[in-house]
């Protein structure tokens, strides 16, 4: 029977992978490291895992998947690259933009220098926590300015506490495109942006392969070193654009998510 | 030949960055200052014909990236810069190079109380993303852990503590207090082989590509060897004691470098 051992956090242990877990347990022996509760002493640690899988962004996450990489033979999904990049929301658009993955202009500013584009969101630069996305709108004279809470209560409120906002050029579409990657497979659905329906499964609907988003999926997936991911893309103009991108997906909301993501793993784990 | 224009990435535009400007522009270079006040990470950055990376935290490191990802030149590398600074990198790297650490452990207070053993204190808690002495603070007892979060703590090293400077091929060693910064008054001593040893081993691993910097380096007292607790990309040379006149080095070897990296940049 093989060993997987899952990096976790409590939120996502507790609201997460019950389903995931539960199959896993029929079919492998599981280990729990849940960030909370773990002692992380490089130096004292021996691991018998066939796989690690790290279901959490956080700072001992991180190190601890730096730690599987650097000193063992394991496999880990994702790997600290692809986590990494993914929690740093410029630096992944700079890595994406340079592979050719059409993203919104952006542009990261001391607070008070405004962006050169009209309408703009002003998105989180590191996207390590777990709470969701509270858009702030704010129409004057025709133009649109939002911003995500947790932006702003990164400059202002809470830590980390810099100076600086990320602006996204603001993408106008009717839907907006979750892509799921996982391997060599991508899932496709569509939904109201969360501006317009902030219940986001309720208009959630599986669709055709676009061969244009499976494209950039794998080319995001390549440039991060991501095995597991969702992508958000939005569409104007005939034209799509990558706007998020994430190394934690819920996987729960693919028809047999959690179970297509555990055999996944057992195929990746070490022979 | 039209003058360049350097643009330098730091938080300050006196002290040693300050200098370094007066060292450029002496030298027919025209030199900017980006701080933390007029830096705009966007393509007008790219007028700029090289930059030097000063600072790094977080967002110089940022620019550094991004210019790096347009084709601009920039020195120090941000990547050596950002392993650095960032202490969960610097301690596997310094496993890699091949040179001692000391050990490293991370979880919340609740769990070091519950798990670490009375007998392995004092440990020093450190920032992840941090150099020098900057919230850095000895932990004697479990008492003194009360911060909310992840903490990085590392195993405290009893011993001499040394502030190593390196400039291309000077060393420069000094005995400094436990955990000060670098801008205390120092000892200057003559730099022990086995230091020696240890500062050729960091530099050569970089293969030319560190042309200057220090690192905060423990003898322990009951085995003699030597732990590294800190390294730093560009310190502010504070407590230079040496031979050579340190800005004007800087600024030769950061040209040197440039033209070097041009050159390689236009054969392709």
């Known amino acids: 029977m093989k060993k997987i051992g899952i990096i976790i956090d409590k939120y996502h242990l507790k609201y997460k992978v019950s389903d995931f877990l539960k199959y896993l347990r029929s079919k492998a022996e599981i280990v729990l490291y849940v960030e909370e509760s773990f002692l992380l002493n490089p130096s004292k640690l021996n691991f018998d895992e066939d796989i690690f899988f790290a279901k959490a962004k956080g700072d001992l996450v991180l190190t601890f998947i730096k730690l599987v990489e650097e000193e063992t033979s394991i496999p880990i999904i994702n790997s600290y690259k692809g986590t990494w990049l993914a929690i740093n929301r410029f630096l992944n658009s700079l890595y994406l933009k340079k592979a050719g993955i059409p993203i919104p202009d952006y542009t990261l500013n001391p607070k008070g220098i405004i962006p050169q584009f009209r309408d703009y969101i002003i998105k989180n630069i590191i996207d390590q926590k777990n709470y969701k996305f509270k858009p702030i709108v704010h129409k004057e004279n025709g133009q649109l300015k939002v911003a995500d809470e947790r932006a702003l209560n990164e400059v202002d409120k809470t830590d980390p506490r810099y100076n600086y906002l990320y602006y996204q050029k603001f993408i106008k579409s009717k839907w907006e495109y979750k892509i799921y990657g996982i391997g060599e497979d991508v899932y496709f659905y569509k939904q109201l942006p969360i501006l317009i329906n902030p219940n986001k499964i309720e208009s959630r609907k599986k669709i055709d392969v676009i061969p244009e988003l499976e494209e950039y999926c794998y080319k995001a997936m390549e440039v991060m070193d991501l095995k597991l991911t969702s992508l958000d893309f939005l569409k104007s103009k005939e034209q799509f654009f990558l706007t998020d991108i994430n190394c934690t997906p819920n996987f729960n909301y693919i028809k047999n998510g959690p179970q297509i993501v555990a055999n996944y793993l057992l195929e990746q784990a070490k022979k | ?268």
């Not at chain 2, 970089?206 to 085995?223: A, K, Q, T, Y």
Request: net charge positive; glycine share 6%; proline share 4%.
């Open chain 2, 1 to 268: 030949m039209p003058k360049m224009n350097i643009g330098i990435l730091s938080k300050r535009k006196t002290m040693l960055a300050g200098r370094l400007k007066n060292c450029l522009e002496n030298k027919g270079f025209s030199v900017s200052f980006y701080t933390l006040e007029n830096l705009v990470i966007n393509e007008t950055l790219l007028e700029q014909d090289f930059f030097i990376l000063k600072s790094k935290s977080l967002f110089f490191l940022y620019a550094g990236y991004f210019l790096e990802a347009n084709k601009k030149i920039v020195i120090p590398n941000p990547q050596i810069s950002f392993i650095q600074k960032n202490r969960i990198h610097s301690h596997f790297l310094m496993k890699k190079v091949g040179l001692l650490t000391p050990d490293i452990y991370l979880g919340t207070a609740e769990t070091f109380k519950r798990q670490l053993d009375l007998k392995d204190f004092p440990f020093i808690l450190k920032p992840i993303m941090g150099s020098g002495s900057k919230g850095v603070k000895v932990i004697k007892s479990f008492n003194d852990l009360k911060k909310k979060g992840i903490l990085y703590l590392e195993k405290f090293i009893k011993g001499v503590h040394y502030n190593i400077y390196f400039i291309d091929n000077n060393i420069c060693t000094l005995v400094k207090p436990p955990l000060a910064n670098e801008h205390v008054d120092m000892k200057k001593i003559e730099t022990p082989d086995d230091i020696k040893d240890l500062i050729n081993k960091w530099i050569n691993f970089f293969n030319g590509d560190l042309l200057f910097g220090h690192l905060d380096i423990v003898r322990e007292e009951s085995s003699n060897r030597l732990y590294v607790v800190d390294p730093g990309s560009f310190p502010e040379f504070t407590n230079w004691k040496c031979d050579i006149e340190p800005i004007e080095t800087i600024c030769n070897l950061i040209i040197d470098k440039y033209r070097k990296l041009r050159k390689n940049h236009n054969k392709y």
